[in-house]
């Protein structure tokens, strides 16, 4: 089985996305440089990347370009590579031994146990870009906030997240998480 926790970050994301008012793509967002179909290529691509790893094909060297994967529509580029990417997640898919980027080896389904805080964290993003309130359900920001414990320091040593950020003291834990990764909830 799919794991839950990511099909509902998935949910997640598409429920931002497919808010996403049109005249709002341009939209800066918290990623340097980048706005928020930006952050939709991104995510898209990751899904790509996921479908790839399942079907137990070669990653491509360099990242795409984010608008190119976003296309015209990014909601219908969204909907038509998520279902091609869930039909590849297969039990024999998700027992399928993989080795990530950061040189850890573990299975499809373990990957995808974590893979909830990239998503949440770039739903966050395209919700500042799109000006919709983004809230995660405690039972996802929970064990994302533990994966991106482990997970934020070697993606600083990488240049892949930025600085982490002072939260105020009794912060919850989605503001902890976005603080790891570099995100300002301070509104300021």
């Known amino acids: 089985m799919i794991p839950e926790r990511f099909v509902r970050a998935l949910d997640g994301f598409e429920a931002v996305l497919a808010a996403t008012p049109p005249d709002r793509w341009l939209s800066p967002s918290p990623c340097e440089g980048w706005c928020a179909v930006d952050v939709a290529g991104h995510v898209i691509a990751g899904l790509l990347v996921v479908e790839m790893r399942a079907a137990g094909r070669p990653l491509p060297r360099d990242d795409p370009d984010w608008r190119e994967v976003a296309g015209e529509d990014p909601v219908a580029s969204w909907r038509e590579v ?8 297969v039990p024999d898919a998700l027992a399928r031994r993989i080795t990530l980027g950061v040189g850890l080896e573990m299975t499809v389904r373990e990957w995808l146990e974590q893979y909830p805080l990239e ?7 395209l919700g500042q870009a799109t000006g919709q309130p983004v809230v995660f359900d405690a039972d996802l920001v929970g064990p994302a906030l533990e994966t991106a414990r ?20 009794g912060a919850d834990d989605q503001a902890r998480l976005l603080a790891l990764f570099g995100r300002d909830t301070s509104g300021g």
């Open 82 to 89: 998520r279902a091609r990417m869930t039909a590849e997640l």
């Open 119 to 125: 998503l949440l964290v770039h739903t966050w993003d």
């Open 150 to 169: 482990r997970m934020a320091p070697g993606g600083r040593e990488r240049g892949m997240v930025g600085s982490e950020r002072p939260v105020p003291q």
